[in-house]
């Protein structure tokens, strides 16, 4: 399909979705006024109107999903290839469950979702990222309420050795599994470093060989480019890095158009393995333990 064919699907789902959302809206608001004017059949035409009405959004919504699903195949395979050569993009599939919890950072939860998986080598280092979105459920008498704790990126990168000690660098408030290991909580010389990050190891003196004042500042300006959303995690020669910025990666948007700014939003997202990677393959990063 060409670029113009799924401009043009997109502004018609678009259209549909707002014309369905109004009924519903409307529905929903003239529910009771109809039924005290009319009547119980007034009623029931609301009720049977708002349901139809749901029912075919969530049928646009779903044609919209597939109509993103095909666009990534068309075009945004082809700007990863040149991005990262020889790397493998399956829209369709992500992390399994265990990947994504053996991270240590994110806490397994009621939902799970992830999709647009993305594998490759950068500087020489192998890594995996994909989409992840994870909910709670929460039941009270006849309500039912979901909450996201996490939607974002996880990223896996795998280095040639050992890192000195296990170590969980995550933001204040940002919860932690530790399911496994036996971790305390390290203190840095460097004020803005706490502030900004909680830090978790299995060893103290070990950490501070990854906690390097050099190491320590790129992390801050890490923290600064993805707008206090980054977390790390150092497992054995794994490391794990989440950006929870409440962002679905590598989706047309509704009512965001398709044109030049959009691909420039998926290059930039793209672009985060190389922001990281770069930072962890510098000379001046030496967390790696003599085993």
Known sequence: MDIEKYKFEKIKHEKTGRIFLFVIIAAFVLFIPVGVGIGIGGAILMQAVFLFSGIMLGVNQSKFKKLSLSFKNDYLREMIEKIYPNSTFIPEHGFSQEDVYNSLILRKTDRFYSEDYLSGTYNDIPFESADVKLQNVHHSGK???????????????QFPRNFATEMIIVQPGFGVNFAYGNYEKIATESVEFNQEYKVYATGELEAFRLLLPQFMERLLDLDQQ??????FAFVRNILYVAVNNNVDTLELKMNKPIDEKIFEDFEIQLSAVKTITEIFANEEFHGYSHT
């Open 226 to 231: 993805f707008k206090d959303k980054i977390s």
């Open 143 to 157: 309500s039912t309420t979901v909450v996201t704790v996490f939607l974002g990126r996880l990223y896996r990168f």
